[in-house]
């Protein structure tokens, strides 16, 4: 079956440092992938994403590594700060209306 | 200015009640889905309208019914409500396959 997961449930960094999400996928037909980041008591908010074709794209603070050998997906985020805590979701995309997230990642930023 | 927006926010009712949540998107998008967030947060999708065709309907219980009178809305009418579904349900909405806006959240408990 298809499955997106994250290797980690929780991260905790120190603030400053900089952080790194995995996400593993199964489905190698998958052509589209988003990051989202949830705060608490809101809903997820999307970060950044990346198609396929591309191995890396970056953001402000943020950058997605795609590695299609091995299904793997990571988000780096730079500098990491308080206000980076949240949980964060890998999600594919396989057309419209067609999603599927990973189990999230909670990351705590230490001051 | 909101995007997506649900209501209610917060719904307690008891055990074998029927009770409706309402969704409504002003992005113009096409897509719309119904999420399901567990204590763990574990997001799992229950249901995606591309333009009010529904596209997934997840091994979700015959007592959820999605309706979507128009592109904009997409409201869950759930039948006799059990413990179990007790959750934070999320309304989100996209363009096409593109990264998903997602509403605040309804937590719905159910005594």
């Known amino acids: 079956g298809e499955s997106v997961g994250l290797h980690l449930p929780t991260l905790s960094v120190q603030e400053g440092d900089n952080s790194i999400i995995n996400c593993a996928y199964s489905?190698?037909?998958?052509?589209?992938f988003i990051w989202y980041k949830q705060e608490s008591g809101k809903g997820p908010q999307f970060i950044i994403d990346?198609?396929?074709?591309?191995d890396k794209r970056q953001g402000q603070r943020v950058t997605v590594l795609l590695n299609k050998t091995v299904k793997h997906l990571s988000l780096q985020i730079a500098a990491t700060q308080p206000g980076d805590s949240a949980v964060y979701f890998c999600?594919?995309?396989?057309?419209?209306?067609?999603?599927?997230f990973g189990d999230g990642t909670t990351l705590t930023v230490k001051p | 200015d909101t995007a997506v927006s649900q209501t209610p926010k917060y719904l307690v009712t008891q055990m074998g009640n029927d009770k409706s949540i309402k969704c409504e998107q002003n992005?113009?998008?096409?897509?719309m889905y119904w999420y399901k967030q567990d204590s763990k947060k574990f997001l799992k999708i229950m249901f995606s309208?591309?333009?009010?065709?529904?596209?997934i309907n997840e091994t979700v219980p015959n007592r959820f019914s999605p309706k979507s009178p128009d592109k904009a809305h997409l409201n869950l009418h759930i039948n006799s409500l059990e413990l179990g579904d007790s959750a934070v349900y999320f309304c989100?909405?996209?363009?096409?396959?593109?990264?998903?806006?997602f509403g605040p959240g309804t937590r719905l408990t159910v005594t």
């Open positions: 989100a909405s996209s363009l096409s396959s593109y990264e998903q806006y």
């Open positions: 309208y591309n333009n009010k065709e529904l596209i």
């Open positions: 489905n190698s037909a998958s052509d589209y």
């Open positions: 990346i198609r396929s074709n591309m």
């Open positions: 999600a594919e995309n396989k057309g419209a209306g067609k999603s599927t």
């Open positions: 992005l113009g998008h096409d897509t």
